[in-house]
Each structure stands twice: as C-alpha cells, then as structure tokens.
C-alpha cells in the first residue's frame, strides 16, 4: 500500500512537472512571435566591431550559473557617491524595477561616500575624474555584500573606466562572483531635472537588469533585439529594448523558475505607473499573444 501511494505521488509529480514544462514550452513559443529582428550592425554599434557567439539553452545550463537559494536569496543595490534626490527617487524605482524584472527580493544597501575610493583607483581623463570599475567591484562591492545576498550591485554617481585601454564604462559585471557596478553619470546632465528624469530612468534601468542578466549567466544576445544586446554608446543603449527576447526570457527563467506571466503583469504595471510607454507596448504585447 506504502509503495503504491508512494508510485502514486511520483506519478503525480512526473505529470505536474510535465504540464508546467508544457506550459512555459508553449509561452516561449508565444512570444518568439514579438521578437524583434536585429538590424544589419553600422559602423559604431557594438556588433560592427565585436564578434560574439550564443550559447544554446543546453550549453547556458552547462555553465551553472548563480541560482538563488534557502542561503542567497537577495539581489543587492549599494549607492556610492552624492545623489540629489531626484537621482535617490531612480535608485528607489530600479529598486522595484529589479524586483520585478528578476521576480526576485531587491533591497538598496546603506549608502557610502566616493571618498573611500583611493588615488591609486581613480584618474583625470577628458576633463573629469573617473573611477576604476574593477576596484569598485572587486573590493569595495565584494566586502559589503551581504550573506544573504545572491548578486550585488554597485550605482556610483561618478564615471567608471575599466582599465587604461578604455575610455569608459556605463557598467561591468562578474559572471561568478555575483558583483557588478554601474554609473549614472552619463545619463543626464547635472543637476538632473524633470524633463531628464524619464529618459534617464530608461538608462538606469537597462544597464542595471543587462549588468545583473550577465551574473545570472546570460551572455550578450545576437539572436534579436533584446535587453542582453552590447552596447557601444548612449545612443545604441537608447535605441535598444529593456525587454529580454524569447530565447533569453528562457534561459532565465530555466534558472530563477519564475511565474512567466506573473512577471509580465509586474513589469506591465511598473512600465505604466512610470509612464515608460515603448517598454509598456512590448510587455502588453508579451501578455496579449501569451493568453
Ligand atoms: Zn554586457
Ligand atoms: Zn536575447
């Protein structure tokens, strides 16, 4: 009897597993239908200069990536830096964009000065000081992440550069470690205004879920126009899309396991509050051919 019940379980959760796998097989398929072909690359874009391969669904799952648990569960924002509070209320809604887009409990770390960043770390280049990106995320981010912290992301208001090769960074990210850093200092003039706030928001946004898609292991995307795009330029970030095309909405979700509509609904509800109007058509567009 003991085994019979115990087959009868096992069944129940082959059929379960079956009609969920079913279910998230048949929505990919959905909103495969919304992806957006990519452009032939020009001259600057990321694609005209870098050559990049895809990974298929079976080989992202090969490379483990970091997967929230009973322990980390938690993503992380940490403010470095002066922030008018203007720039504070962005913080707070990427706060709640982040929640949304990962389906994942999103909290803003206590705020530090850019004074603790030393000299060695920091040079004069066109006029303005910038601080090195690696610095950041390998020693200021990496001691303050907390233990129940699955990534952790540094928001600095000052310009990043990554090594002396380069000119600049909007964000760097470590696939293994769980850290990143983004700025905000190329995305609207100082002091921000209202009319900035949208288009600077959109910035924000899509750098800080493309530096967090990385560090759950999704690599740059060029099956689409979709969130995990390079970017070379502000211009090419704003031309790209915060919306994950099919085939990295797979990748993952094969990882967090998140309610796929759940997350539409969300991130719908967040777009139209913050009246951010393409990215709102295109999730509308997901929830639509989903149904
Ligand atoms: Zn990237
Ligand atoms: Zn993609």
Excluded at 136 to 150: E, F, G, H, S, Y
Excluded at 163 to 178: H, M, T
Excluded at 273 to 284: C, G, H, S, T, V
């Amino acid at each position: 009897m003991y085994s019979c019940i115990k087959h009868f379980s096992l069944c129940m959760l082959v059929i379960l597993c079956f009609i969920s796998c079913n279910n998230n097989t048949n929505y990919f398929n959905a909103i495969a239908k919304n992806d957006i072909p990519l452009k032939k690359p020009q001259k600057g874009d990321w694609l005209f200069s870098h050559k990049e391969r895809m990974l298929t669904l079976g080989d992202y799952q090969k490379t483990y990536p970091l997967t929230p648990d009973g322990t980390r569960h938690t993503i992380y924002l940490k403010p470095i830096g002066d922030f008018s509070g203007l720039e504070w209320k962005q913080i707070e809604l990427t706060r709640q964009y982040l929640e949304n887009f990962f389906q994942i409990k999103t909290r803003i770390q206590q705020s530090s000065n850019n004074k603790i960043i030393p000299l060695g770390a920091r040079r004069i280049n066109q006029h303005h000081e910038q601080l090195l990106a690696t610095y950041l995320r390998d020693t200021i981010i990496a001691v303050q992440k907390p233990k129940d912290a699955i990534v952790m992301m540094g928001i600095i208001e000052m310009d990043l550069y990554p090594s002396e090769k380069w000119n600049f960074v909007f964000g760097l990210a470590s696939y293994d470690k769980g850290l990143a850093v983004g700025s905000i200092y190329r995305f609207h003039q100082r002091p921000l205004t209202p009319k900035q706030f949208n288009l600077s928001l959109q910035r924000l946004l899509k750098t800080s879920s493309h530096e967090i898609g990385h560090m759950f292991g999704l690599t740059h995307c060029i099956e689409a126009n979709c969130l995990m795009n390079g970017t070379n330029s502000l211009a090419e970030t704003d031309r790209s899309i915060a919306r994950l095309c099919s085939g990295c909405q797979q990748k993952l979700n094969s990882t967090l396991k998140y309610d796929n509509k759940k997350r539409l609904q969300d991130l719908s509800v967040f777009f139209s509050k913050n009246k951010i109007e393409n990215e709102l058509a295109l999730i509308n567009a997901d929830i639509v051919i989903s149904e």
